[in-house]
Structure formats: structure tokens, C-alpha cells
């Protein structure tokens, strides 16, 4: 819709300078066209440029994610590539002991190829996310969990109905209690998981670029970390919280607090 309002644009701008006759020079030429010309020259250039910087950051994430995921991957496959997104899977080592089984990785990155996003960019700052999923391999949790970072009220916002329906957490920790919203199906159980201190240190160590962090067994995946590709995402910790939180439900799916 775009490029056929460009297009009409330099059309009509064809057609007003030849109905003008021999009066109008070269300079009046130039200076009709060069308007339209511009937009048009942009237009095309994002659609390319654009794409290709979404297609880099995804393939730059790709080799740092393979390299940290070393000792589970062989590989790991690009899939559903768009201009603004993609999905990774990887070839499991066949010869390793994962934790976690259907794993993916997600991209929802800037529309980089629409001028309009571009605009709106250079004012708020690109909004690009990764998030890392997978599922425990040894069984499910039996509640719901959700820790959002206090000031990404958007996201606060878009998930308020489940939020809603859940509990809050307190772990008696000024830095955690004031910094997350922490919420869960059960006080009980929420607490019982989250009180894990090399597990809430790691999480705290990403907390400049957690967006959520979501438990959730009725989603496929159930375990879900969203982020922020800023300069703060540290990908190695990235991983260190993902393997945590997956040998963390292995080792309390089970329990007997787990399943009251």
C-alpha cells in the first residue's frame, strides 16, 4: 500500500511536469521529482537494509548461542525466517545428558524495513526480543509462575488477566521483592520453587534485560524466558538461568509439597 501511493505520487508529478509544457526547466524537473524520488529511494533501501540487520542479529545470536549451547547442541537450525523474526532448533547431542527436551528459540525483532518503525525507533529506543524455551525433561510443574520486572509495565499489562488469577510472592529479600512482580498458582509452591538461592541469584543477574520470565505447563513450551536484545542480554547467563530453572522443576516435580 506503500510503495503503490509512492509510485502514484511520482506518476502524478510526471504528469503535472509534462502538462506544464516547455515553461518548466530542468530545475523545476529536478525539484518536483527529488521529493518523491527520496522517499521512494529510502523505501526500497530499508526493505533491504532493514531485513538484512534483523537477518544478522539472529545469525550473530545463532553462532553465540551454539557456542554456549556446546555441550547440548550439534546444531542449531534456522526456521520460519521473516524480516522482522525467526525460530532456531537444535540437532541434540546424542552422546549427552540434557535436562530439557523441545527446545526453541524465539525472535520478535524491529520492523526495520518499514520507514514508519524506523521513525518511531530513533524516539524510544528498537524493541528487540529473544526468548529461549524448552520444557523440563522429567516431568511438569503443577503451578503457575510468572516474574516480570516491576518497571515493564507493557508486559505487566498484556498478561493482567492471568496475573490476575495468580498470587503474590514474597521471598523476604528487599532486592528480589522490590525489583520483580512475583506471582503464583500457590503461595505455597510458588515460594517452595523460587527458594532456590543460586537459581535467584542467576535470575537476578539478568534482570536489566528479563522482560518475563513465565512457568506455565499448559503452554508448549512451559518454560519461557523472554528478553531484551540490549547491552545488557549476557547470552552465557541467559543459558546458566535456563538450565537452572529446567533441573529446578526436575528436581521438585515430584515432591509432595509440589503436588497439593
Not at 525483532?109 to 520444557?135: C, K, P, T
Amino acid at each position: 500500500m506503500i510503495l503503490d501511493d509512492l509510485l502514484l505520487g511520482i506518476f502524478l508529478s510526471f504528469g503535472q511536469f509534462f502538462l506544464q509544457g516547455e515553461s518548466a526547466g530542468l530545475l523545476d524537473t529536478i525539484i518536483v521529482l527529488l521529493g518523491p524520488g527520496l522517499v521512494l529511494f529510502f523505501t526500497f533501501y530499508l526493505l533491504w537494509a532493514g531485513r538484512r540487520k534483523n537477518h544478522k542479529i539472529i545469525n550473530v545470536s545463532k553462532d553465540a548461542l551454539l557456542e554456549i549451547f556446546s555441550n547440548e547442541f550439534d546444531d542449531l537450525v534456522t526456521d520460519q525466517l521473516s524480516s522482522n523474526g525467526g525460530l532456531l532448533f537444535p540437532k541434540y547431542k546424542r552422546t549427552s545428558s540434557i535436562p530439557f527436551k523441545d527446545f526453541r528459540v524465539v525472535f520478535a525483532l524491529e520492523e526495520r524495513h518499514l520507514m514508519l518503525s524506523v521513525i518511531i525507533s530513533w524516539f524510544s529506543g528498537a524493541n528487540d526480543y529473544i526468548a529461549v524455551q524448552g520444557n523440563a525433561k522429567k516431568g511438569k510443574l503443577p503451578t503457575k509462575i510468572q516474574i516480570i520486572p516491576n518497571h515493564e509495565e507493557g508486559q505487566i499489562k498484556k498478561h493482567q488477566d492471568l496475573l490476575f488469577e495468580l498470587k503474590d510472592i514474597k521471598l523476604n529479600s528487599e532486592l528480589l521483592d522490590q525489583f520483580f512482580l512475583m506471582k503464583a498458582t500457590s503461595v505455597k509452591m510458588g515460594s517452595f520453587f523460587l527458594k532456590d538461592k543460586p537459581l535467584l541469584k542467576q535470575i537476578y543477574s539478568i534482570r536489566n534485560s528479563l522482560v518475563r520470565l513465565s512457568i506455565d505447563s499448559t503452554e508448549d513450551p512451559a518454560i519461557r524466558l523472554y528478553c531484551r536484545i540490549n547491552k545488557d542480554l549476557d547470552l552465557k547467563k541467559l543459558h546458566r538461568v535456563f538450565i537452572s530453572l529446567v533441573e529446578r522443576v526436575n528436581q521438585v516435580a515430584d515432591k509432595k509439597v509440589m503436588r497439593k
